[in-house]
C-alpha cells in the first residue's frame, strides 16, 4: 500500500492537494500522484515520542535540538506549584493520564467525601468506590511525588474524569514548569554562552521551588565478634548530639538535621587489635572491662539538610526479607525544600538549556512600556546556530496568550492547514491582543514581534527594541546542591596513591593529559610540577607540604610520584631495567658516573630500593655445580 504522511494538505472536501505527494511504499520512500495514494496516515504525531509531541512548533526546531528537548522534558523537576504551558500541543491531558499520576474515576457517580488523603465517589447503584492519594512519597530521582484532589464533595462524576492531579500535573494536565515573561537580549555579559539572568521574582514567590527526598539507609549485621546494635548508647558521643533520637537511638519524625548529624545509632563490637595502646594499658591497670564497641552511626551526609519525613524499620521478626548477614534494617527520608539558585539548570522545551548565572533584583531586571518587570533575560545568540526558531513562535503566541488569558493548541506539523500556518496564526494572535488591549505596544506591525524595554537600574529605554514573551521554562533535576565539590586532603587510590575522582569518594578534580597541555604551553613550570607531585601522588612530599603549610615554612622541593614507581616496577617485570646516571665532578676535576636510584625518595626512604645482584662468573658458577655433586655423591649411600 501507499501510505502518504499525516500532515498532507487536503482541501475542504478531504481531496488531497498538490501534483507530487511523499509517500511509504513497500518499506521505502518514493512519491506519487494524488490518484495513486491508497492511505494517509491518522495523525502526523504518529511518528514522533510521547515526549516529542508535547513540543510545540516542532516542524520548526532542528533535530538534534528537538531530541535535546524530547530528553530535557522527562529531566524536569516536580514543581511545588505546577502550571499548565499556556501554549501546548493538546496531548498534555493525554500524556498526564497515560503516565499514571493521575487519578481517575472508573465510574459515574457523585463525590461523596474528599480530603487530602482520600477521594470517595458513590456511583449510580449506590456502591462506594475509594481512591487513595499518594502523598510526599519519594521518586526514584529524589523528588516529591503528591497528588491533590481536583473536585468538590458533591461533584457529579463521569467515568475517566480526573480525580486528583499528580506531582507534575495542573488540571489534569502535565504541567513540568511555568509560564515566565522572557526576553532575547544581552545584559551585561551576564548571559554569555547561554547563561541565563533571571529575576528575584521567581525565588520569593516560589516559582521554582521543589521538594527533594532523600533516602538514607543503614544495616546492623551479624560480625564473626558479634551482632551489630542499633542503639542510643555511643560510645564518646555528648547528649546535645543524642537529643534527636527516640530510646532506640533512631532519629524521630520532624527533627531538623544538618550534615554530621546522626540519624541512626549504631556500634559495632571490636577486637583487641581495633583498640589504641592507651586503652590496653588502662584495661591492663584498672581491669575495667570498657564496653568492646565502635561508634557506627549513620550520619547525615556533607551538605545535606532536611526535615526527617518517613522512618522504617525492617527486621526479620517482622517477617521482612533482609540482605544475608542482616539483622535489622533502618531507612529514614530526608526532605528538603530547594529554592532556584545560581548554577542551578534550566530549559525551554526546544533544547534551549542553560545554567542561571544571577539572580537580578526585581527593580534592576528591564521593563516593559507599563512597567512590568522581566522574569528571564536569554542569549538572542541561542536560536540562529541551533536553529530551534520555534522557541521564538512559542515566546510570542504565548505573549498573546498572556494578553488576552487564553491557552493555544499547536499540534506539529501545522503546514497541513496552509502555507505559513505558524507565522500566520502567530502574527494574527498578536495584532488581536494589541486590539483587546488597546496598548499599541503590545504588537507594532513595523518591528513584529519586538517591544521597547526600558533598563531598569536606570529607566533609560535600550537602543533596540527586543523580542518579548511568555515562554514555558522547566527547571532541570542537574541540581548545584547535588554537584558542588571541595576537597583539602582525603583518601587516596591504593595502587597510584592519587586522589580518587566524584563527590561520593570525597575525590579530587582531574588534572587530566589536556590540561597538562595548557599549562606546558605557558611554560607554568612550578605550578605543573606542583601539581604532578605535592598534589597529587608524591606521598612522602605532600606530608611535608601539608607539615610546611600548618607551620607556615617553606615547602619543600617535590619527590618522585607513585606513579612513576609504578610504572618503573611494571617495567621490571617485564625484564626491562631502566637505570639513569649522572655525571659529578670530584674536588680533584675528575668526572665520575654514578648511578641514580629512581626508587629512591630524598630524605627518608620509605619504598625498598632496587634489588642488586652482584656478577657470577662462569668458573665460578661451574665450581658451585661441582660442589652440590659431590654432596650428593655422599648423601646417597646414607640416605639408602
Same mark, same amino acid.
Given at each position: ?82 502550571? =499548565? ?49 499518594? *502523598? ?56 554569555? /554562552? ?20 532523600? *533516602? ?101 521478626? %517482622? ?19 530547594? *529554592? ?109 514581534? *519586538? ?12 537602543? %533596540? ?39 561520593? %569518594? ?55 610520584? /607513585? ?42 626512604? =620509605? ?34
Amino acid at each position: 500500500l501507499r501510505v502518504a504522511p499525516g500532515d498532507v494538505a487536503t482541501d475542504e472536501n478531504g481531496y488531497i492537494i498538490g501534483d507530487t505527494i511523499p509517500v511509504r511504499y513497500r518499506q521505502d520512500f518514493t512519491t506519487t500522484t494524488p490518484t495513486e495514494v491508497d492511505r494517509v496516515a491518522v495523525s502526523p504525531v504518529q511518528i514522533i515520542s510521547v515526549a516529542t509531541s508535547l513540543i510545540p512548533f516542532l516542524e520548526h526546531d532542528d533535530a538534534n535540538r528537538a531530541l535535546m528537548g524530547s530528553n530535557m522534558q522527562r529531566q524536569a523537576v516536580p514543581l511545588l506549584r505546577p502550571e =499548565r504551558p499556556l501554549v501546548g500541543t493538546g496531548l498534555e491531558a493525554q500524556a498526564a493520564r497515560d503516565s499514571g499520576m493521575v487519578i481517575v474515576s472508573r465510574t459515574a457517580g457523585v463525590v461523596s467525601y474528599v480530603d487530602a488523603n482520600w477521594v470517595r465517589v458513590r456511583d449510580d447503584e449506590g456502591h462506594e468506590h475509594s481512591y487513595e492519594l499518594q *502523598k510526599y512519597q519519594r521518586s526514584n530521582q529524589d523528588t516529591c511525588l503528591n497528588q491533590r484532589p481536583l473536585v468538590f464533595e458533591g461533584d457529579r462524576i463521569v467515568p475517566g474524569q480526573v480525580l486528583a492531579d499528580g506531582s507534575a500535573a495542573e488540571g489534569g494536565e502535565i504541567a513540568l514548569g511555568q509560564n515566565v515573561l522572557i526576553t532575547y537580549m544581552p545584559w551585561e555579559g551576564y548571559n554569555y /554562552e547561554d547563561a541565563i539572568l533571571i529575576s528575584e521574582r521567581l525565588v520569593y514567590e516560589d516559582y521554582y521551588t521543589s521538594i527533594h527526598i532523600e *533516602k538514607f539507609e543503614i544495616e546492623a549485621r551479624q560480625t564473626k565478634l558479634g551482632p551489630e546494635e542499633i542503639t542510643r548508647e555511643i560510645p564518646n558521643v555528648g547528649e546535645d548530639a543524642l537529643r534527636q533520637l527516640d530510646e532506640g537511638g533512631i532519629i524521630r519524625i520532624g527533627a531538623w538535621v544538618e550534615a554530621g548529624d546522626i540519624l541512626v545509632g549504631k556500634v559495632t563490637p571490636k577486637g583487641e587489635s581495633d583498640q589504641p595502646p592507651e586503652e590496653k594499658l588502662l584495661r591492663a591497670i584498672f581491669g575495667e572491662k570498657a564496653r568492646d564497641v565502635r561508634d557506627n552511626s549513620l550520619r547525615v551526609p556533607n551538605g545535606e539538610k532536611g526535615r526527617v519525613v518517613d522512618v522504617r524499620v525492617f527486621t526479620r521478626e %517482622q517477617g521482612d526479607e533482609l540482605p544475608p548477614g542482616a539483622n535489622m534494617v533502618v531507612r529514614v527520608y530526608v526532605a528538603q525544600k530547594r *529554592k532556584i539558585q545560581v548554577g542551578d539548570k534550566m530549559a525551554g522545551r526546544h533544547g534551549n538549556k542553560g545554567i542561571i548565572s544571577r539572580i537580578l533584583p526585581i527593580e534592576d531586571m528591564p521593563y516593559l512600556p507599563d512597567g512590568t518587570p522581566i522574569d528571564i533575560v536569554l542569549n538572542p545568540l541561542g536560536v540562529p546556530s541551533r536553529m530551534n526558531v520555534g522557541q521564538v513562535f512559542e515566546c510570542l503566541l504565548g505573549w498573546a496568550a498572556h494578553v488576552l488569558d487564553m491557552r493555544f493548541k499547536m499540534t506539529p506539523f501545522d503546514e497541513m492547514y496552509g502555507q505559513e500556518a505558524s507565522r500566520i496564526t502567530t502574527h494574527g494572535k498578536l495584532q488581536e491582543a494589541r486590539e483587546e488591549s488597546g496598548n499599541d505596544w503590545v504588537f507594532n506591525p513595523n518591528n513584529p514581534g *519586538k517591544i521597547q524595554l526600558y533598563d531598569g537600574r536606570t529607566g533609560e529605554p535600550f537602543d %533596540q527594541p527586543t523580542t518579548v514573551g511568555k515562554a514555558y521554562m522547566l527547571k532541570l533535576v542537574h541540581l548545584v546542591d547535588d554537584k558542588i565539590h571541595a576537597r583539602s586532603t582525603g583518601p587516596y587510590s591504593l595502587v597510584t596513591q592519587q586522589p580518587l575522582g566524584g563527590k561520593a %569518594q570525597q575525590g579530587g578534580q582531574r588534572f587530566g593529559e589536556m590540561e597538562v597541555w595548557a599549562l606546558e604551553a605557558f611554560g607554568a613550570a612550578y605550578t605543573l610540577q606542583e601539581l604532578l607531585t605535592v598534589k597529587s601522588d608524591d606521598m612522602q612530599g605532600r606530608n611535608e607540604a601539608l607539615n610546611a603549610i600548618v607551620k607556615g615554612k617553606a615547602i619543600p622541593r617535590p619527590g618522585t610520584p /607513585e606513579s612513576f614507581k609504578v610504572l618503573m616496577r611494571e617495567l621490571q617485570s617485564l625484564c626491562l631495567d631502566i637505570v639513569a646516571h649522572k655525571l659529578e665532578t670530584s674536588e680533584d676535576g675528575t668526572s665520575q658516573d654514578i648511578e641514580v636510584d629512581l626508587m629512591a625518595d630524598v630524605g627518608s626512604r =620509605r619504598t625498598p630500593s632496587r634489588p642488586t645482584y652482584e656478577s657470577i662468573s662462569r668458573d665460578e658458577i661451574e665450581e658451585g655445580e661441582g660442589a652440590t655433586a659431590a654432596t650428593e655423591e655422599q648423601t646417597a649411600p646414607s640416605s639408602s
